[in-house]
């Protein structure tokens, strides 16, 4: 079936320092991907998207990629504030009959000043 | 501000008994649909409805039942309680198109504990 992994946390960086979070999926087709956050305490935000392969998705000073050749979709900021500290979640659907969202497990980002 | 909100925020029941969840979808959105997050994993699908009618289910066990309303609103119902239910409910709403893959768009969640 289909999955997503993303690397392991917590990642622990200082403030504007550049962030990379590696994501791959293993699905049939070409889902669309995701990231979303999740602030201590709070549900999922929307960050990002990207649907369909070559696509860049962006939002407040985040991007990725997706790249259908490598079957990944890694997150990147070039200075990541304290503000960014999070879980971030890689996630893809599939267009079929119904919006199954499936996720990864989450890579826990602290940012220290 | 998603406009999915979600009700209560957080609760405790015992083992064996029953809960209901609420969730108001996003003005504008068609289908809901609901997740559980355990702590520390990512949020796992359970089901999703589409004009008041199940149309997608998750790995979830019978007693996990759900109901969407006329005004897009839905409830999901967990009976008979177990220790491993507990989790964050997280409900989610979206406008189903054919032929995409729909973004969804998340409330706060419902803290659910079961002693």
């Known amino acids: 079936g289909d999955s997503v992994t993303q690397m392991e946390g917590p990642v622990t960086l200082s403030e504007e320092a550049f962030l990379t979070i590696n994501c791959t999926y293993t699905?049939?087709?070409?889902?669309?991907l995701f990231w979303y956050v999740q602030y201590p305490g709070e549900g999922l935000q929307l960050l990002l998207k990207?649907?369909?392969?070559?696509d860049k998705g962006s939002n407040k000073g985040f991007e990725a990629t997706y790249r259908k050749e490598t079957t990944s979709f890694h997150l990147e900021k070039g200075s990541v504030q304290v503000s960014d500290s999070a879980v971030y979640f890689c996630a893809l659907s599939q267009k079929t009959s119904y919006d199954k969202v499936i996720f990864g497990p989450g890579t826990s980002l602290s940012v220290i000043p | 501000e998603t406009g999915v909100t979600q009700s209560p925020t957080h609760l405790i029941k015992t083992r064996g008994q029953q809960v209901t969840l609420r969730c108001s979808s996003q003005s504008g959105h068609n289908t809901v649909s609901w997740y559980q997050q355990a702590l520390g994993q990512g949020p796992q699908f359970i089901f999703q409805?589409?004009?008041?009618?199940?149309?997608g289910r998750g790995n979830f066990p019978p007693r996990f039942s759900g109901l969407q309303f006329p005004n897009y609103s839905s409830e999901l119902n967990v009976n008979a309680l177990e220790l491993d239910d507990s989790a964050l409910y997280l409900c989610?709403?979206?406008?189903?198109?054919?032929?995409?893959?729909?973004?969804?768009?998340f409330g706060e969640g419902s803290w659910l504990t079961v002693v």
């Open positions: 990207a649907t369909k392969a070559d």
């Open positions: 699905a049939t087709g070409y889902p669309s």
């Open positions: 409805y589409y004009r008041e009618e199940e149309n």
């Open positions: 989610a709403s979206s406008f189903m198109e054919a032929g995409s893959g729909n973004t969804i768009y």
